[in-house]
């Protein structure tokens, strides 16, 4: 079974500096899918940013960022310019390419609550 | 067009009584997911339902938890005796993934949840 781990339960960051949160999975496959989420206290989960493991290129949405590094099963979160709107939880997720067997749904982290100060 | 929906935003209930919880997907999605959110348990995969297809169940936590789709769209996640340990919030996603065995790129949009009480 994969597993997701975020080492850090709390971040806080000055609004418009930059912020960087880790994620490391555990996988034996050798592609898949890991995305972010946000959840901000409304508890709408919305997806962020998504990297198909069988690309190399890091995935880019405007502010949002990953540092995909396959190897080290590693997929850190940056944040550029932050600002209040940001404030949030945020969870690392993945899912295996294939259906069937309990694989179907996202395995998440436990999340890193994300502060940002003015 | 309306995203996910869930009804109740919030249910209290008393151990032992049987609650569902609803989920209204977004049009033409025919996959559908509920996890449960929990202090303790953080965010667990329950099951699965696509199109008319049995579901996965492998993540329910037991068999007082069961869950049903009913013409392919509206879905009600029923607990029966519920137990304080069920307090959490149950989270609703929809994705318009087609059939087949590979998931492609589709993304799972998320409902805004129901907070379970069970006191």
């Known amino acids: 079974a994969q597993t997701v781990t975020q080492s850090q339960p709390e971040m806080s960051v000055q609004e418009a500096e930059t912020v960087t949160l880790s994620c490391t999975y555990d996988?034996?496959?050798?592609?898949?899918?890991l995305f972010w989420y946000k959840q901000p206290p409304s508890r709408q989960m919305i997806l962020v940013i998504r990297q198909e493991a069988y690309k190399q290129q890091n995935a880019t949405e405007n502010r949002f960022s990953v540092n995909f590094q396959k190897a080290a099963k590693s997929f850190s979160l940056k944040i550029s310019d932050s600002q209040l709107g940001d404030a949030a939880m945020y969870f690392c997720?993945?899912?295996?390419?294939?259906?069937?067997?309990?694989?179907?749904?996202?395995?998440f982290g436990k999340g890193t609550h994300l502060i940002i100060q003015p | 067009g309306a995203g996910v929906s869930q009804s109740p935003s919030n249910k209290v209930t008393e151990k032992g009584k049987d609650v569902e919880l609803r989920c209204d997907p977004i049009s033409g999605h025919t996959a559908l997911y509920w996890y449960r959110q929990s202090l303790g348990q953080g965010l667990e995969f329950l099951i699965y339902f696509q199109g008319n297809s049995a579901p996965d169940k492998s993540g329910l936590p037991s068999d007082r938890f069961s869950a049903e789709r009913t013409g392919g769209s509206v879905s009600t996640l029923t607990i029966q005796r519920t137990q304080q340990e069920d307090s959490a919030v149950y989270l609703c996603a929809s994705s318009p993934r087609t059939s087949g065995r590979r998931f492609g790129t589709d993304t799972q949009y998320f409902g805004p949840g129901t907070r379970l009480t069970v006191l």
């Open positions: 997720a993945y899912r295996t390419l294939y259906s069937g067997g309990g694989a179907d749904g996202l395995t």
């Open positions: 996988t034996s496959e050798s592609d898949y899918y």
